[in-house]
């Protein structure tokens, strides 16, 4: 029986993996990271660990459930998409020495662990891997989705090379089991955790190779250690969801209110106070022109913005360009495009009635790609000041391909291919360097378990406005996306 989702003619097998991305396919230049899993979504931070046993980590983790059998029929359709993903690459991607790598050589070793592969998941993560070895965070393998929603209920994040719960989910395993915002992170599955492979557990556990629990090493405020198994939440969803509307089905209703529901906790929040301070909160980069100016009209009845860009993962270059413009009252050169033939330079145009007042920009280990073009050309162009952590460094500008395999029983797939590197203003990538914030300013453990937010407080504290951690804690309240 297949585990994951397929389309038949009209009908489609869960396309909840592309409803993310959906704004970022085929004609739109995206600058979004490979987001997943519990602090990430379908759409987070695709890094090459630099150890050698983390780059096994796509193929040689030993699972504790069954996985079943895989058939000849979905042998067939894995070595397929390899081959179409392959040639996709081969075909985009920016540097056609693809770094040293011989790209031929990497895809006929694939092939042959997909020969002797003992699962489709198995196999899917072959394919990750082979795309891995580019070394890229932009260039990755968005696999078909599988045929339930699964989450472990928590949330959690590098901040400065330490990995801490951000959120645990009411009423989950995880909360029962009494883990907590605060506790650190030492080990998942036995994995250490660090800045540099989180991105890939993450991906491997949520994406790839989504596991009935996780057992997790954690260390409290106090410095006590204990063993945790965290079960997930696994909803399992229609094998068939009926777009042509026959016989009354509503399935595609049910697509539409799910994207309602996306866009609703994706969308840009701020919080005024008193006359002087306005907080923009920006959690992705999928805004148009008039979204933008929706936004920076607010800020402009106050002298100082904070625009928030922790947890942002990227989008669209477009957003970026409005978001830049928004802030300027002269073009501006976000950076120098380096594809395969040519370069060009990416310039953001100013916006009717810019915002001109003093401005900060928020960071953390989660800000990525288009967020962190965003804040260097802050502090290239002497804008404003940043404050938090170091950034992701994964900013490269990439294409979404979606694929299919079959005629009439349809698998969907697709990659994220970077189709130019970027190069700042100063001659530099921030390609696996991040940006480095003006200020380094760091929650405690302390601070996360009581909900405080000391780097907003602080950040309000330079403008002259005096708010507590707590207060700045509650501005802007999570919301956890709806578990079926």
């Keep these: 029986m297949l585990g994951f989702t397929v389309v038949k003619r009209l009908r489609v097998y869960n396309l909840a993996l592309f409803q993310k991305p959906v704004r970022a396919m085929s004609n739109v230049r995206v600058l979004i990271t490979a987001s997943t899993g519990v602090a990430m979504s379908v759409k987070n931070a695709i890094r090459v660990a630099k150890l050698l046993a983390v780059v096994s980590l796509l193929t040689t983790v030993t699972w504790p459930q069954q996985q079943p059998q895989i058939s000849n029929l979905d042998r067939g359709r894995a070595l397929d998409m390899l081959q179409v993903i392959a040639?996709?690459?081969?075909?985009?991607?920016?540097?056609p020495k693809f770094h040293g790598v011989d790209w031929d050589a990497q895809v006929a070793d694939a092939k042959q662990k997909i020969a002797k592969a003992t699962s489709f998941n198995m196999a899917m993560s072959h394919i990750a891997a082979t795309l891995d070895a580019l070394n890229d965070s932009h260039t990755f393998f968005l696999p078909p989705q599988h045929a339930y929603r699964h989450n472990y209920g928590l949330q959690y994040q590098i901040i400065g090379n330490r990995c801490f719960v951000t959120k645990?989910?009411?009423?989950?395993?995880?909360?029962?089991?009494?883990?907590?915002?605060?506790?650190?992170?030492?080990?998942?599955?036995?994995?250490?955790?660090?800045?540099?492979d989180l991105w890939k557990l993450q991906y491997l556990f949520s994406v790839l190779r989504p596991q009935p629990?996780?057992?997790?090493?954690?260390?409290?405020?106090?410095?006590?250690?204990?063993?945790?198994?965290?079960?997930a939440k696994i909803n399992e969803t229609k094998r068939v969801t009926d777009l042509?509307?026959?016989?009354?089905?509503?399935?595609?209703?049910?697509?539409?209110?799910?994207?309602?529901?996306?866009?609703?906790?994706?969308?840009?929040?701020?919080?005024?106070?008193?006359?002087?301070?306005?907080?923009?909160?920006?959690?992705?980069?999928?805004?148009?022109?008039?979204?933008?100016e929706g936004m920076i009209s607010k800020a402009r009845k106050h002298p100082n913005l904070i625009v928030d860009l922790r947890g942002n993962p990227g989008g669209a270059i477009d957003t970026l360009k409005y978001l830049v413009g928004a802030v300027f009252d002269k073009e501006v050169k976000i950076a120098d495009r380096v594809g395969r033939k040519e370069t060009k330079p990416e310039i953001a145009k100013p916006l009717h009635n810019p915002y001109l007042g003093k401005l900060v920009v928020l960071v953390d280990a989660r800000s990525a790609s288009a967020a962190e073009l965003f804040a260097r050309?802050?502090?290239?162009?002497?804008?404003?000041?940043?404050?938090?952590?170091?950034?992701?460094?994964?900013?490269?500008?990439?294409?979404?391909?979606?694929?299919?395999?079959?005629?009439?029983?349809?698998?969907?797939?697709?990659?994220?291919?970077?189709?130019?590197?970027?190069?700042?203003?100063?001659?530099?990538?921030?390609?696996?360097?991040?940006?480095t914030p003006d200020e380094l300013l760091l929650p405690s453990a302390h601070a996360l378990a009581n909900g405080r937010d000391p780097v907003l407080a602080h950040a309000a504290e330079t403008f002259g406005i005096k708010i507590t951690g707590e207060e700045a804690g509650k501005a802007f309240p999570y919301e956890w996306p709806p578990e079926n």
């Design 377 to 435: 050309v802050m502090q290239l162009e002497k804008r404003g000041v940043v404050i938090g952590d170091q950034t992701s460094g994964a900013v490269m500008e990439a294409r979404h391909y979606d694929e299919r395999s079959g005629t009439d029983t349809v698998v969907y797939y697709g990659a994220s291919i970077t189709e130019w590197d970027l190069i700042m203003a100063d001659g530099k990538s921030l390609e696996h360097a991040g940006v």
């Design 168 to 196: 645990v989910r009411p009423a989950s395993d995880a909360e029962a089991k009494e883990i907590k915002p605060g506790d650190e992170i030492l080990g998942i599955n036995g994995y250490n955790v660090t800045r540099d």
């Design 87 to 95: 040639n996709d690459v081969k075909k985009h991607y920016y540097d």
């Design 244 to 292: 042509t509307g026959a016989n009354g089905a509503n399935d595609i209703w049910d697509l539409v209110r799910q994207e309602e529901a996306q866009e609703h906790l994706m969308r840009a929040r701020s919080v005024e106070y008193g006359d002087q301070l306005t907080v923009l909160k920006v959690p992705e980069f999928y805004f148009s022109a008039g979204e933008v």
């Design 213 to 231: 629990a996780l057992r997790l090493t954690l260390q409290d405020p106090s410095g006590g250690q204990r063993q945790v198994d965290v079960s």
